[in-house]
Every structure is written in structure tokens, then in C-alpha cells.
């Protein structure tokens, strides 16, 4: 029993350090990224200004912000699965919804998105949580939910209180995912494997970070069909 304990404990560290060592590793090859890529954006320019607006120089462009936002991304979810340098403080859940969804809804629906951002409370929550990881989660459940949320459809974001819980719902006009990937969806880089959802294809890493971030703060995140999309519902514990 005694050696089968060591090789326990020894096979846990290891486990630990191999997943140190990863995370590490994603962090620091996301970070060398981005100096390729600053120097990719200079020479991009420097051919404008010789050749003119081409229609390859515009594709070189969209697909450097692509690779951009990913990086960024990769970097969002390696320092959550880090140990979190925040300070767990009482938070009023109304008031950073609120931010969250003005700050959207200027990157979406002012940029042009002819998709609506609805928000509505009756409650007061306060929770006890990470204020920068929470605020990451919502982000990119609710920038989910607009970027695949249909053509000129509604997103819904709903605050409420069941019990001893805060529960945030964003329900978008998209038309959902299969039920066999309803849980899928919330892994690193997955992407549907059916046509009808290539629109969700995206980086793969949104709902991801905010399942990462939902863990974090003590609470749970899941998805669940509706008639008319996709309703994603985080949940968490209340202050007493």
C-alpha cells in the first residue's frame, strides 16, 4: 500500500508539472507570436503605400486580424488556466451585465451589426467573485451569441435569482447546435462537424474561456436549445 501511495503521489506530480509546463509553453509561443505578426502589419502598410488598395493586400489584412484576435484568445484562456492574480471581491452582477453589454453592443451593433442587444433585470445580485474573469465570461458568451446569433436577430440577455443563485441567460435568434454537441462546444478549439453550424466555426476558444472563467468564480455554465437558438445559461452562487 505504502509503494502504491508513492506512485500516486509521484504520478500527481508529475501530471502537475507536465501541465505546468504547457500552459507555460502556450503563453510563451502566443506571446512570439505577436512580434511576426506587428512586423507582418508594417510591411502590409509599407506595400499600400507603394502598390495602392489591392484586393490581395485586403485579404492579407482581414486574415492578419484573424490570426490577431486568436492569439489573443490563446493568450485570454492560458492565463486563466493560470493561477488567477485577482482578489475575490463582492461584485454587483446588474451593474457589470450592464458594462459588459454596452461594451458589445459598441464592438457589434455600432460597427455596423444590424443585430439588437437586449438587457433586462428585476433583481439585485451580488456575488463574490474575480471581476476580470467574470467580466471575460460574459464577453464572449454574449459575443457569441451576436456573432452567430442570425442576421438582424435579437440577443436576449435575462438576470434573475433561483434560490441561492444568480442566473445569467443569453439567448440568441441563431438556431442552435445539435444536441450531441450541446456540452462539445464549451471544449478548447471545437468546431461542428455539421454543415448547418459552419457559422460557428469560428476560433473555437469563446465559450471555452468563458466556461474556464464560469469554473473559476464557483459557478456553472451550459447550453440548451430553444425555438429560436441557442440559450446559454451561467449560474452563481449568491452572497448571503
Known amino acids: 500500500i505504502g509503494l502504491l501511495a508513492r ?3 509521484r504520478m500527481a506530480d508529475e501530471l502537475q508539472r507536465a501541465w505546468l509546463q504547457q500552459t507555460e509553453l502556450t503563453r510563451n509561443v502566443s506571446h512570439e507570436l505577436r512580434s511576426p505578426l506587428a512586423r507582418l502589419r508594417v510591411a502590409l502598410e509599407l506595400a499600400r503605400r507603394k502598390t495602392g488598395d489591392l484586393a490581395e ?8 486580424e484573424r490570426l490577431d484576435e ?5 493568450l485570454e484562456y492560458s492565463k486563466l488556466d493560470a493561477d488567477s492574480q485577482e482578489r475575490l471581491v463582492n461584485i454587483d452582477l446588474g451593474e457589470l451585465l450592464s458594462s459588459v453589454v454596452d461594451d458589445v453592443r459598441f464592438e457589434f451593433v455600432d460597427a455596423g451589426s444590424e443585430t439588437k442587444i437586449e438587457f433586462s433585470s428585476d433583481v439585485t445580485c451580488t456575488v463574490s467573485g474575480y ?3 467574470l467580466r471575460s465570461c460574459f464577453e464572449n458568451v454574449l459575443r457569441n451569441a451576436v456573432q452567430h446569433g442570425g442576421k438582424g436577430g435579437n440577443v436576449r440577455v435575462q438576470l434573475d435569482t433561483d434560490g441561492s443563485r444568480a442566473v445569467v441567460a443569453v439567448q440568441d435568434q441563431g438556431g442552435g447546435v445539435p444536441d450531441r454537441e450541446l456540452e462539445k ?3 478548447p478549439f471545437y468546431r461542428s ?3 448547418q453550424n459552419a457559422a460557428r466555426q469560428s476560433g473555437g476558444l469563446g465559450l471555452a474561456i468563458a466556461s474556464r472563467a464560469a469554473m ?9 436549445n430553444s425555438e429560436s437558438g441557442l440559450r ?4 452563481l452562487p449568491l452572497v448571503s
Open 232 to 235: 446559454v445559461e451561467v449560474c
Open 7 to 9: 506512485d500516486f503521489d
Open 185 to 187: 462546444i464549451f471544449d
Open 70 to 74: 486568436l492569439i489573443g484568445r490563446i
Open 216 to 224: 473559476l468564480n464557483n459557478g456553472t455554465i451550459r447550453a440548451s
Open 131 to 133: 471581476p476580470g474573469s
Open 57 to 64: 493586400l485586403d485579404k492579407i489584412e482581414m486574415e492578419t
Open 193 to 195: 462537424t455539421t454543415t
